[in-house]
């Protein structure tokens, strides 16, 4: 066999290299901006919120022609975290970037992201740490600094179907009750005896740290004292109102929305009207419209014993700047105007599927005038609760004990088991 | 000399050499040729070398390393000695996900190689098996994340099986991926259908690789279609069918896309959570990348250990035509 050519060899070798060149810089590409005017940032979404937030970015950029802002989407949060992880630990993470409330505590706690207390009170800034709803911060603050900011957040509130509560012969409305300040746990128990009755599913929640947390709470119950630690099962008010909620779930009044099969879920179950109630955020509005069911459905906050609000979770996302950023002004112009009231405004308006997190942008929630009940997401938010800092820290631990959550529901555990279950395994992981 | 195949003389006499080589400072030359030639042959396997040593190597030290120490990939790095491999073998999440995945091996080896003989069998004879083999080998070259999502929507409580047999048997549609007891069940169909064209290919070539003088000498002893199955062509593929099944179970044992696409991460109630998933869900869902790494460790010694019993139990099973001889 002739020998192959020489200058082929070469070219083929140079090709060759070329090739796994470009492989491994492609492995390694993306992350921030190296220079002090470009600012890359990165959040998970759906296809409609990406759109919106590059049209944020054009309207960014006309304001402040000398910042270029890149946008770096994930579409899926179950991917998002483990990249921004990889980003960071290579240093080339963006500039700003959202972060999972189940996630934030331990960016926090790595020192990864930019402290922002004095950049939030400076005359640059748009967001004054007060202007934020406290409750919302959760582990986003330690030891009285500031990470990161609510990018907008979800009071879990109770959405109600008025036809099938009809149908169960329920006569009172849920929201008119809580108006009267009679809105209590009794009643709710009540409807949800008469549902079930009837054939129909009491209430459906999904299984997460705001389902048992905001049970508890609405009940009187503390889950976490001051310091972080566990003492829910030391607390007979607690241990009596998760023993409520797993003798809803284990008879089947209340079902736990994530184990609802394909084909037949929560949503397509409370559109249908098979449902009572459904424990879900603002972006219920989009689910009941599509089915065009919307006028059936209102909402109303937890029940409480005595029928006066409580707090009760609210699920929030966050929005940090890098520590390492070499784009700290633009980074910080870029963060400040997204949280901003009229950013939230911009971000959310015209069937936005959230709550602003900031004071000055309600108008979003109550414009379109639905549900009848809107106030209720706004009420609801400035008294709740971000899922508690300690348990926030740990990643993995809201879903553990979402799994010993679990076990009660399906009957396999007791409240006072789960409950010393829960305070065991947040002693282990935390050391509280 | 023996006689090659076509009747050309073969000759254990060296050939004649080279006259450049024998020439004054021909050696010299020579030599220079060949270091030109392994020259080009490193920077030809350069790629493939770098491409192995960063991809393959360098995670397989760190996870090394990583499996005695505690990181998160933000904080500093702290050796913890075996405190990784104690916590995980006491993990009761890893426990659960080795019997997953023993049980998924356990389900789908056997299943898949069988069936695939099966076909292999019923196809050798038949003139148009290429049609067959192209539907049969159609999954093997999907996308395993598209075959996932395929089969979510047969799964489906008012999916096209689920229904079915709700029709056929007049029960209640099974809920596959949502019912604890079936979501296992589930992956394993997929698996053993993902798997089955390639097996099939394997084991058609086998069959035919088998020489017809030793099918033939058996026929005129007597031996009818079923003998020939039993006492011929399958010891002769017994091989083959070791090796696939080798390839098999460590295919099933790093059990990972199907679950995760299929049943939403590790099914309900952590049905389908296998070993892989457990190593991703510590490493990337929690950043606990010491535990992560001490998993997959373990997860390599059992492969070790289910290879080593395969090979141990082959001299039973495994017909080897050399033993014969």
Same mark, same amino acid.
């Given at each position: 066999m002739p020998?192959?050519n020489?200058?082929m060899?070469r070219?083929?070798?140079?090709?060759?290299?070329?090739?796994l060149?470009?492989?491994?810089?492609a492995?390694?590409a993306g992350?921030?901006?190296?220079d002090s005017d470009t600012?890359?940032?990165s959040?998970?979404g759906?296809?409609?919120e990406l759109?919106?937030?590059?049209e944020?970015?054009?309207?960014f950029?006309?304001?402040h022609?000398?910042i270029?802002?890149e946008?770096?989407p994930?579409?899926?949060?179950?991917d998002y975290h483990?990249k921004?992880?990889a980003?960071l630990?290579?240093?080339?993470?963006?500039?700003?970037?959202?972060?999972?409330?189940d996630k934030?505590?331990?960016?926090?706690?790595?020192?990864?992201?930019a402290?922002?207390?004095?950049?939030?009170?400076?005359?640059?800034s748009?967001t004054?740490?007060?202007?934020?709803?406290p409750?919302?911060?959760?582990?986003?603050?330690?030891d009285?600094?500031?990470?990161a900011?609510?990018?907008?957040?979800n009071?879990?509130v109770?959405?109600?179907?008025?036809?099938?509560l009809?149908?169960?012969g329920i006569t009172?409305d849920?929201?008119a009750?809580?108006?009267?300040?009679?809105?209590?746990?009794?009643?709710?128990?009540?409807?949800n005896?008469?549902l079930?009755?009837?054939?129909?599913?009491?209430?459906?929640?999904?299984?997460?740290?705001?389902t048992?947390?905001?049970w508890?709470?609405?009940q009187?119950?503390t889950?976490?004292?001051?310091s972080?630690?566990f003492? @829910?099962?030391?607390? &007979?008010t607690? *241990? #009596? =109102?998760?023993?409520?909620?797993g003798e809803?779930?284990? %008879?089947?009044?209340?079902?736990?929305a994530d184990?609802?099969?394909?084909?037949a879920g929560?949503?397509s179950?409370?559109?249908t009207?098979?449902?009572?109630f459904?424990?879900?955020g603002?972006?219920?509005?989009?689910?009941?419209?599509?089915a065009?069911v919307?006028e059936?459905y209102?909402?109303?906050?937890?029940p409480?014993p005595? @029928?006066?609000?409580? &707090?009760?979770? *609210? #699920? =929030?996302?966050?929005?940090?700047?890098?520590?390492?950023? %070499?784009a700290s002004?633009?980074a910080?112009t870029f963060?400040t105007?997204?949280?901003?009231a009229e950013?939230?405004t911009f971000?959310?308006?015209?069937?936005g599927?959230a709550?602003p997190?900031?004071?000055?942008a309600d108008d979003?929630v109550l414009?379109?005038?639905y549900?009848?009940h809107?106030?209720?997401?706004?009420?609801?938010?400035?008294?709740?609760?971000a899922?508690?800092?300690?348990?926030a820290?740990v990643?993995?631990l809201?879903?553990?004990?979402?799994d010993l959550?679990?076990?009660?529901?399906?009957?396999k555990?007791?409240?006072?088991?789960?409950l010393?279950?829960?305070a065991?395994?947040?002693?282990?992981?935390?050391?509280? | 000399?023996t006689l090659?195949?076509?009747?050309a003389?073969a000759?254990?006499?060296a050939?004649p050499?080279d006259p450049?080589?024998?020439?004054?400072?021909?050696?010299?030359?020579?030599?220079?040729?060949?270091r030109?030639d392994?020259r080009w042959g490193?920077?030809f396997i350069g790629?493939?070398?770098v491409?192995?040593?960063?991809?393959?190597?360098?995670?397989f030290?760190?996870?090394?390393?990583?499996a005695f120490?505690?990181w998160n990939?933000l904080?500093?790095l702290t050796?913890?000695g075996l405190?990784?491999?104690?916590?995980?073998l006491?993990d009761?999440?890893l426990?659960?996900?080795?019997?997953?995945t023993l049980?998924?091996?356990i389900?789908?080896?056997p299943i898949g190689l069988?069936?695939?003989?099966?076909?292999?069998?019923?196809?050798?004879k038949?003139?148009t098996?290429?049609?067959?083999?192209?539907?049969?080998f159609a999954?093997?070259?999907?996308?395993t994340?598209?075959v996932?999502?395929?089969w979510?929507?047969?799964?489906?409580?008012?999916?096209?099986?689920?229904q079915t047999?709700?029709a056929?048997?007049?029960?209640?549609?099974?809920?596959?991926l949502?019912?604890?007891?079936?979501?296992?069940?589930?992956?394993?169909i997929?698996?053993?259908?993902?798997?089955?064209?390639?097996?099939?290919i394997?084991?058609?070539a086998?069959l035919?690789n088998?020489s017809?003088s030793?099918?033939e000498?058996a026929?005129i002893?007597?031996?009818g279609?079923?003998?020939?199955?039993?006492?011929?062509?399958?010891?002769?593929l017994?091989p083959?069918?070791?090796?696939?099944s080798?390839?098999a179970?460590?295919?099933s044992?790093?059990?990972?896309?199907?679950?995760?696409?299929?049943t939403a991460?590790?099914g309900?109630d952590?049905a389908t959570?296998t070993i892989?998933?457990?190593i991703?869900d510590?490493g990337?869902?929690r950043?606990?990348?010491?535990?992560?790494?001490?998993?997959s460790?373990?997860l390599?010694l059992?492969t070790?250990?289910?290879?080593?019993?395969?090979f141990?139990?082959?001299k039973k099973?495994?017909?080897?035509e050399?033993?014969a001889?």
């Open positions: 020998r192959a020489s200058k060899r070219l083929l070798a140079v090709g060759a290299a070329s090739a060149m470009i492989g491994l810089a492995c390694s992350g921030g901006g190296s600012v890359v940032w959040t998970w759906t296809p409609e759109t919106r937030f590059e944020f970015n054009d309207e950029m006309k304001r022609p000398d270029k802002v946008l770096q994930v579409a899926s949060y179950a483990s921004l992880l980003q630990t290579s240093n080339t993470a963006p500039d700003v970037f959202y972060v999972g409330d934030i505590g331990e960016f926090v706690d790595a020192g990864v992201l402290p922002l207390n004095e950049l939030m009170e400076s005359e640059a748009q004054k740490p007060d202007d934020f709803f409750g919302l911060f959760g582990a986003a603050q330690k009285g600094e500031t990470y900011a609510p990018n907008d957040s009071p879990d109770l959405w109600y179907d008025k036809e099938a009809a149908a169960a009172e849920p929201a009750l809580a108006e009267s300040g009679e809105w209590t746990t009794e009643k709710f128990l009540e409807m005896d008469k079930a009755a009837a054939g129909l599913i009491g209430s459906m929640y999904w299984n997460y740290w705001a048992h947390w905001s508890v709470s609405s009187g119950g889950a976490y004292d001051e972080g630690a003492v @829910g099962n030391d607390d &007979p607690t *241990v #009596a =109102a998760v023993d409520t909620l809803y779930f284990q %008879d089947g009044t209340f079902v736990v184990t609802m099969p394909e084909g929560a949503d179950t409370f559109v009207h098979k449902a009572g459904f424990s879900q603002r972006y219920t509005i989009g689910t009941v419209e599509s065009g919307a059936s209102d909402i109303v906050r937890w409480t005595d @029928g006066a609000e409580a &707090p009760t979770g *609210v #699920a =929030a996302s966050y929005l940090a700047i890098n520590g390492r950023t %070499d002004e633009a910080f963060w105007e997204f949280l901003s950013g939230q971000r959310l308006e015209g069937g599927n709550v997190s900031i004071q000055g979003v414009e379109a005038d549900p009848a809107a106030q209720t997401f706004l009420d609801m938010r400035d008294i709740g609760f899922n508690h800092p300690g348990e820290a990643p993995g809201s879903t553990d004990i979402s959550f679990l076990a009660l529901y399906d009957g555990a007791d409240a006072q088991g789960t010393d279950a829960v065991d395994l947040v002693a282990d992981k935390t050391g509280k | 000399m090659q195949p076509g009747g003389a000759t254990t006499v050939p050499a450049a080589a024998s020439a004054p400072g021909g050696l010299n030359k020579e030599s220079a040729w060949r030109r392994r490193y920077v790629p493939q070398v491409g192995m040593a960063v991809f393959v190597l360098l995670p030290v760190a996870s090394m390393v990583l120490a505690s990939g904080t500093e050796w913890v405190e990784n491999f104690t916590a995980q006491q009761e999440l426990l659960r996900s080795i019997v997953n049980l998924i091996a389900i789908t080896v069988g069936l695939a003989v099966v076909i292999a069998v019923a196809l050798e038949l003139k098996r290429t049609l067959y083999l192209i539907l049969f999954p093997v070259v999907t996308s994340v598209a996932a999502m395929i979510q929507q047969m799964f489906r409580v008012d999916g096209v099986l689920s047999i709700s056929i048997f007049g029960i209640a549609p099974p809920d596959w949502g019912d604890p007891r079936l979501a296992l069940i589930a992956v394993c997929v698996s053993i259908w993902s798997a089955l064209g390639l097996n099939v394997i084991f058609l086998g035919q088998i017809p030793v099918i000498a026929r002893d007597g031996a279609a079923f003998r020939l199955l039993r006492s011929i062509r399958l010891p002769l017994s083959i069918i070791f090796f696939s080798i390839v179970f460590i295919s044992l790093q059990t990972f896309d199907t679950v995760f696409i299929l991460d590790a309900p952590n959570r892989v998933y457990h991703y510590l990337f869902g950043f606990e990348f010491g535990p992560s790494s001490a998993a460790v373990i390599l059992l070790l250990v289910i290879t080593a019993i395969q141990g139990a082959q099973f495994v017909h080897y050399d033993d001889a």
